[in-house]
């Protein structure tokens, strides 16, 4: 058994029992479910896993109905078995929460699968490179760290599947090391290691083998054919199958005593005369050679990047990881990336593996009339040395002599542009010698044996590289940051990059810089793309041909949204299909290269090509279809946000008072779920939003429903990552809604305006757009707004301390919020004005605050109301000495924040727990508290936040005795309030003098 003890930190084993060790002692893991699922952690090697596929995973259909409970029990317990001296109150380093999942970051180093599967990783490579011994030492090596039945302990449907997947993986190793130790000459050695393993796996072919070779090596020929005649009988009698190929090969072989089967001799050099003694007496007689056909087109000379993609397909070319099959590579990508050009330069450069010739066709699979695979037949027999006369009718006797030609050769078959699979089946050879190269938009994934290899664009330095090649590489150096602004207006597309580059090149007197502003226009992109017969455009038109009219509409309409990519979902709202449908035709299209699946359910379009979706959209869809489209994509987003916004804001009216467009949206089962849809669709969102603002013909109510999406969007708010989008989208929505005379919109629009401006600390822009969004609310009726805007203007009171006008600003907003029915923003408002009833020296009005609001939101079931209410509880409290409730209050609404990537209040919250604890004396809490507030500050850009944690860790510090590090982060703080105008500044001016006077 390894030694895995012996290392200092934390190991962990599943090539066994499922083990770990920290520091030489072994740990209890517990029960075999928490193993479980700590194995299933490990086995993940740092990826996510959600609760879901755990309870799967380790409790499959016997699941009880709390599992989700227990999980989150066994979870709690790992923790403390790995990370025994952490405190409740610091986040774990090993085990932790990913969204609604867990990950268990690991030194792969110190996990003998991860140590396994890099030493084997290496051994192939030293394989590869012709260093066998060395391969052999260090499979040997890694197959020492197993120690019987892997995941040994483990329970469960995922453990009893991995635990078959890592044993298939150990025979495999252990399978390539007897080979290695063959081809060394060691068959005498491993006789006996084959023989035991050879009765543990009866029907393992490739291990019988292996033995019957080592027994012939050996010079056992009678032992030898009796493993085969065992393996033939267990095979016949346990699956009724006779032995495959390779065996039976060998067998006869065996029997023959073929001289190839001997161990392979050290090199003999010969001198220059044994080698004319050689040819004088060799028999001389008449040599009949077939023709060797070099039908490759000319390799493109400037040929750049690629580099991990050439050597992949080379080593797939020879033979590495095929098998015993044809090797055959199936190129796959939208016109111009570069298939052909890539597929003809691996094939020049593959072709001393192919010294028997090399046949091509362009099948013209996306032309008017494509290559019939019987003209391809013809030609390939033309160029093997039939004559025409002999040749067969039909395409499977055309594609039997093929084949048969080929039986004993070495050849290469490049099969450019075909169309599908049926096209280029009967083109394949059929022996192993052979290879075939095929390039197509589509992907061939019918195609059996073929290893599909969808081709992506450049890299960016790549398509730098192109550029230079084609332009001359002293202008593209000399204007490096205009030549990157190019390529990527290309999309870094090669096609569009070598057209781009080549017309730079015809004109001598262009700079780089030239092209920038003709790229620019996206209207115009595309025309700039095309030089002689070369068009980006018509390349992608030959694509575009091929498809029917539910493709090409879906075509058309998915490049009129926005945003960079879409869901299912969405997509199914703009097609006005039902998600089914829709992903569907989206997947044919994919398939067709013309869309990208950067995700499970979510999709989109390079940019060039979305581009010319767009032309045919606004060519074949008329002006209202193509904004019917986009407001379904807009109802569907206000439906989702909606949605959302209800389940993350619980007791809110804000998501019943939305616009309805008649789409349906998503559903949620959580308010986790909701906000994490939220955030994965923002930018999507934001770009409907950006749509509505400038479209020509945009009614009163589809601004109303773009800005209804903005307020719907709020909880994103609460995470600070997406201030800038919501500053610049608003602004411009509220422009389209005052040019309009939408006076709802613009209410809506100016009240997530003042609320993106109060978290930058803008408090007089924010003050001012909450004034008139106040009047507009009072001019149209729109209380629930109203309700939340006086609340919004009370807290910007607040933070100006002026608290007696924050009070009257909080009964309007009560007022408003009680004749509409609307508890939870009387619970929000009574919650946030205890800050102004201590500002008023109020200590006992700010706890009933407080706690009433506690108390309305913990009835109507409001768990982030309860966690608001308990900040503002536990402030008061911290404020008014009880300590250690506050704490209490703190930790609780800090554990929820966190769960619902809520940084903005994550940073608070922090911020409040390093004062109560500055107040209590305890420093060092103090400190770690505050370091984390200024850590998700600064995360999320909150310059605010960052002036407050500074000033409690300037605080914090010094009471630690650190008194100049703690000055430095006073006077830092003291520079951010100054240039935000806060009012704090004042203080950390009267506390830094004091410092200087003490």
Same mark, same amino acid.
């Given at each position: 058994m390894p030694d895995h003890a012996a290392a200092d930190g934390l190991r962990f084993a599943v090539l066994g029992p499922v083990l770990a060790w920290c520091d030489g002692i072994e740990l209890d893991l517990g029960t075999p479910l928490q193993r479980s699922i700590l194995a299933m952690l490990l086995l993940r090697q740092g990826h996510a896993v959600t609760p879901d596929e755990m309870i799967d995973g380790v409790w499959g259909a016997d699941a009880p109905p709390r599992a989700l409970g227990a999980l989150r029990t066994y979870v709690s317990r790992l923790r403390t078995v790995l990370e025994p001296d952490r405190s409740p109150r610091t986040p774990p380093r090993l085990l932790t929460s990913v969204g609604r999942g867990y990950a268990l970051r690991l030194d792969p180093a110190r996990f003998d699968l991860a140590v396994f599967e890099r030493e084997s990783a290496a051994a192939e490579s030293d394989r590869r490179t012709g260093r066998a011994g060395e391969a052999a030492r260090r499979l040997r090596g890694a197959l020492r760290l197993w120690a019987g039945e892997p995941l040994a302990g483990a329970v469960g449907p995922y453990a009893e599947h991995q635990r078959d997947r890592l044993a298939e993986r150990r025979m495999s190793a252990v399978e390539t090391l007897m080979e290695l130790d063959l081809e060394l000459g060691r068959h005498a050695e491993i006789v006996s290691e084959l023989v035991a393993l050879a009765a543990e796996h009866p029907l393992r072919e490739r291990l019988r083998a292996q033995l019957m070779l080592a027994y012939y090596r050996c010079g056992r020929q009678a032992e030898a054919l009796s493993v085969f005649t065992e393996t033939r009988h267990a095979l016949v009698e346990e699956l009724g199958i006779e032995p495959g190929a390779e065996l039976a090969d060998l067998h006869r072989r065996i029997l023959a005593a073929d001289p190839s089967l001997a161990p392979t001799p050290p090199p003999v050099r010969l001198s220059q005369q044994d080698v004319h003694d050689d040819a004088a007496t060799a028999e001389t007689g008449p040599v009949i050679e077939m023709p060797r056909p070099a039908q490759l087109p000319a390799a493109v000379p400037d040929?750049?990047?690629?580099?991990?993609?050439?050597?992949?397909?080379?080593?797939?070319?020879?033979?590495?990881?095929?098998?015993?099959?044809?090797?055959?590579?199936?190129?796959?990508?939208?016109?111009?990336?570069?298939?052909?050009?890539?597929?003809?330069?691996?094939?020049?450069?593959?072709?001393?593996?192919?010294?028997?010739?090399?046949?091509?066709?362009?099948?013209?699979?996306?032309?008017?009339?494509?290559?019939?695979?019987?003209?391809?037949?013809?030609?390939?027999?033309?160029?093997?040395?039939?004559?025409?006369?002999?040749?067969?009718?039909?395409?499977?006797?055309?594609?039997?002599?093929?084949?048969?030609?080929?039986?004993?050769?070495?050849?290469?078959?490049?099969?450019?542009?075909?169309?599908?699979a049926e096209q280029v089946e009967h083109l394949l050879p059929g022996s192993a010698g052979c290879a075939a190269i095929i390039t197509s938009r589509g992907k061939l994934a019918d195609l059996p044996a073929a290893r599909l290899v969808d081709l992506d664009v450049m890299e960016p330095e790549e398509a730098l590289s192109l550029l230079a090649a084609v332009a001359g590489p002293e202008r593209v150096a000399a204007e490096r940051a205009a030549a990157m602004d190019?390529?990527?207006?290309?999309?870094?597309?090669?096609?569009?990059?070598?057209?781009?580059?080549?017309?730079?090149?015809?004109?001598?007197?262009?700079?780089?810089?030239?092209?920038?502003?003709?790229?620019?226009?996206?209207?115009?992109?595309?025309?700039?793309?095309?030089?002689?017969?070369?068009?980006?455009?018509?390349?992608?038109?030959?694509?575009?041909?091929?498809?029917?009219?539910?493709?090409?509409?879906?075509?058309?309409?998915?490049?009129?949204?926005?945003?960079?990519?879409?869901?299912?979902?969405?997509?199914?709202?703009?097609?006005?299909?039902?998600?089914?449908?829709?992903?569907?035709?989206?997947?044919?299209?994919?398939?067709?290269?013309?869309?990208?699946?950067?995700?499970?359910?979510?999709?989109?379009?390079?940019?060039?090509?979305?581009?010319?979706?767009?032309?045919?959209?606004?060519?074949?869809?008329?002006?209202?279809?193509?904004?019917?489209?986009?407001?379904?994509?807009?109802?569907?987003?206000?439906?989702?946000?909606?949605?959302?916004?209800?389940?993350?804001?619980?007791?809110?009216?804000?998501?019943?008072?939305?616009?309805?467009?008649?789409?349906?949206?998503?559903?949620?089962?959580?308010?986790?779920?909701?906000?994490?849809?939220?955030?994965?669709?923002?930018?999507?969102?934001?770009?409907?939003?950006?749509?509505?603002?400038?479209?020509?013909?945009?009614?009163?109510?589809?601004?109303?429903?773009?800005?209804?999406?903005?307020?719907?969007?709020?909880?994103?708010?609460?995470?600070?990552?997406n201030q800038r989008d919501f500053e610049q989208r608003t602004s411009a929505l509220l422009t389209a809604t005052r040019r309009a005379g939408e006076r709802r919109g613009e209410l809506r629009c100016r009240y997530v305006?003042?609320?993106?401006?109060?978290?930058?600390?803008?408090?007089?822009?924010?003050?001012?757009?909450?004034?008139?969004?106040?009047?507009?609310?009072?001019?149209?009726?729109?209380?629930?707004?109203?309700?939340?805007?006086?609340?919004?203007?009370?807290?910007?009171?607040?933070?100006?301390?002026?608290?007696?006008?924050?009070?009257?600003?909080?009964?309007?907003?009560?007022?408003?919020?009680?004749?509409?029915?609307?508890?939870?923003?009387?619970?929000?408002?009574?919650?946030?004005?205890?800050?102004?009833?201590?500002?008023? $020296? &109020?200590?006992?009005? *700010?706890?009933?605050? /407080? #706690?009433?609001? =506690?108390? %309305?939101?913990? @009835? +109507?079931?409001?768990?982030?109301?309860?966690?608001?209410?308990?900040?503002?509880?536990?402030?008061?409290?911290?404020?008014?000495?009880?300590?250690?409730?506050?704490?209490?209050?703190?930790?609780?609404?800090?554990?929820?924040?966190?769960?619902?990537?809520?940084?903005?209040?994550?940073?608070?919250?922090?911020?409040?727990?390093?004062?109560?604890?500055?107040?209590? $004396? &305890?420093?060092?809490? *103090?400190?770690?508290? /505050? #370091?984390?507030? =200024?850590? %998700?500050?600064? @995360? +999320?850009?909150?310059?605010?936040?960052?002036?407050?944690?500074?000033?409690?860790?300037?605080?914090?510090?010094?009471?630690?005795?650190?008194?100049?590090?703690?000055?430095?982060?006073?006077?830092?703080?003291?520079?951010?309030?100054?240039?935000l105008g806060s009012p704090e500044a004042d203080d950390i001016r009267t506390l830094l003098r004091e410092q200087v006077e003490t």
């Open positions: 040929f750049t990047g690629r580099t991990g993609l050439v050597q992949r397909l080379l080593a797939l070319l020879r033979g590495e990881g095929a098998g015993e099959g044809v090797p055959i590579a199936a190129m796959s990508g939208i016109g111009g990336v570069g298939k052909t050009t890539l597929a003809v330069h691996v094939a020049h450069l593959a072709w001393d593996l192919f010294p028997d010739g090399q046949l091509y066709a362009d099948l013209r699979g996306y032309g008017a009339e494509p290559t019939a695979p019987e003209t391809a037949l013809v030609a390939f027999l033309r160029a093997l040395g039939i004559p025409m006369d002999v040749i067969p009718d039909g395409l499977a006797e055309r594609s039997a002599l093929f084949r048969s030609l080929l039986a004993d050769r070495r050849m290469l078959v490049l099969l450019d542009n075909a169309r599908d190019v390529v990527a207006a290309c999309g870094f597309l090669p096609l569009a990059v070598r057209i781009v580059a080549a017309r730079l090149a015809s004109r001598p007197s262009w700079t780089v810089a030239s092209l920038v502003p003709r790229l620019a226009d996206e209207r115009r992109r595309l025309d700039e793309m095309k030089i002689g017969n070369l068009a980006v455009s018509a390349t992608f038109a030959l694509g575009y041909g091929q498809l029917d009219a539910r493709q090409a509409r879906a075509f058309r309409l998915l490049s009129l949204p926005a945003g960079s990519g879409i869901s299912v979902f969405a997509a199914a709202a703009v097609l006005d299909l039902t998600p089914a449908e829709a992903e569907d035709v989206i997947e044919s299209l994919v398939d067709a290269s013309l869309l990208e699946a950067p995700a499970p359910g979510r999709y989109r379009f390079h940019d060039l090509l979305k581009l010319f979706a767009r032309r045919q959209a606004e060519d074949a869809e008329d002006p209202a279809a193509r904004a019917l489209a986009l407001r379904r994509l807009l109802g569907f987003y206000l439906a989702s946000a909606g949605a959302a916004h209800r389940l993350a804001y619980e007791g809110s009216a804000i998501a019943d008072n939305l616009t309805d467009l008649g789409v349906r949206g998503h559903s949620f089962s959580s308010a986790d779920e909701a906000v994490a849809w939220l955030s994965a669709e923002s930018e999507d969102m934001f770009g409907a939003v950006a749509q509505a603002a400038v479209a020509q013909d945009a009614s009163g109510e589809d601004l109303l429903a773009a800005a209804d999406l903005l307020l719907a969007m709020e909880p994103l708010l609460e995470s600070g990552t305006l003042g609320r993106v401006l109060f978290g930058a600390n803008r408090l007089a822009d924010a003050e001012a757009h909450f004034l008139a969004a106040r009047t507009l609310g009072e001019e149209t009726g729109d209380h629930i707004v109203l309700g939340e805007t006086c609340n919004a203007l009370a807290v910007v009171a607040g933070r100006r301390r002026r608290h007696t006008e924050a009070l009257e600003w909080f009964d309007r907003a009560t007022a408003v919020h009680r004749e509409t029915g609307n508890p939870a923003g009387e619970a929000l408002a009574s919650c946030y004005s205890a800050r102004d009833h201590l500002g008023l $020296g &109020r200590p006992d009005d *700010a706890i009933a605050a /407080a #706690e009433r609001g =506690l108390a %309305v939101f913990s @009835e +109507i079931g409001s768990g982030a109301g309860v966690a608001r209410a308990r900040y503002h509880l536990g402030n008061v409290l911290s404020y008014v000495g009880r300590l250690n409730e506050a704490v209490v209050h703190h930790a609780e609404c800090l554990a929820f924040f966190r769960a619902s990537n809520q940084r903005v209040w994550e940073q608070r919250v922090c911020y409040r727990l390093a004062a109560t604890f500055i107040a209590a $004396g &305890r420093f060092a809490e *103090a400190a770690r508290h /505050a #370091e984390q507030a =200024l850590t %998700v500050s600064r @995360e +999320i850009t909150h310059p605010y936040g960052e002036a407050q944690s500074l000033a409690a860790l300037g605080k914090a510090l010094a009471g630690l005795g650190e008194a100049g590090r703690g000055r430095q982060a006073l006077v830092k703080a003291l520079d951010i309030f100054t240039r």
